[in-house]
């Protein structure tokens, strides 16, 4: 039942905090229970994941490439990052800005809308894969559109948890940003997904 009750009110939590309210802290328990409940996130998004991968793999195939999948040292590895990366950046942005004692929340509501973003993404492919969109629609809302919520995602929960400027905290949010792209990069060329 926990569980149950975290995930709604996370769901609440980040309703209110993406819709400008001030009552969406009270949604999040950052105490150290509550921050480490909330990398069950981590697991909730395993299916949603997989099916991402799966769904990229048709998605591909129906520009006319061939994709035979991905390797499990990517698959194992892309996961990891979703989940350590983070952690690790946002510790150095709380010490750097002196929010130290912000980094709980800050945590826990990125966990949970980093679910989210998962399954958004997740529904999106299962549009395309029951023919209901073309790849051509998936791919540029993937791309563009979801691209720029995300960011704007990623902006809202720093600038609100760490009580910064929007400029101020774009920059803490573009930090585990940029981070993450070098990170997910370097797998992609220690992995390269095998393709005919």
């Avoid at 945590?107 to 894969?129: C, G, Y």
Wanted: proline share 4%; with cysteine; net charge positive.
């Amino acid at each position: 039942m926990s569980l149950v009750r975290d995930i709604v009110y996370a769901g609440v939590g980040l309703k209110r905090l993406l819709s400008f309210q001030d009552n969406w802290r009270e949604c999040f328990d950052v105490s150290y229970e509550g921050v480490t409940r909330s990398f069950r996130a981590a697991w909730l998004t395993l299916p949603f994941y997989a099916f991402i991968m799966l769904g990229f793999v048709h998605l591909v195939a129906a520009y006319g490439r061939v994709h035979t999948g991905y390797s499990p040292g990517f698959l194992i590895f892309e996961f990891a990052r979703l989940w350590l990366v983070f952690p690790i950046v946002a510790a150095f942005v709380c010490t750097v800005f002196g929010r130290k004692r912000d980094y709980g929340l800050w945590l826990t509501a990125h966990n949970w809308a980093i679910l989210a973003i998962i399954a958004l993404q997740a529904l999106l492919l299962m549009v395309f894969l029951a023919g209901l969109l073309p790849a051509e629609a998936v791919a540029f809302t993937l791309a563009i559109p979801v691209r720029i919520l995300v960011l704007a995602i990623h902006w809202r929960i720093a600038t609100s948890a760490l009580n910064l400027s929007w400029g101020t905290g774009a920059a803490a949010a573009t930090l585990h940003i940029v981070v993450d792209l070098l990170v997910q990069t370097g797998i992609g060329y220690a992995f390269p997904p095998p393709s005919g």
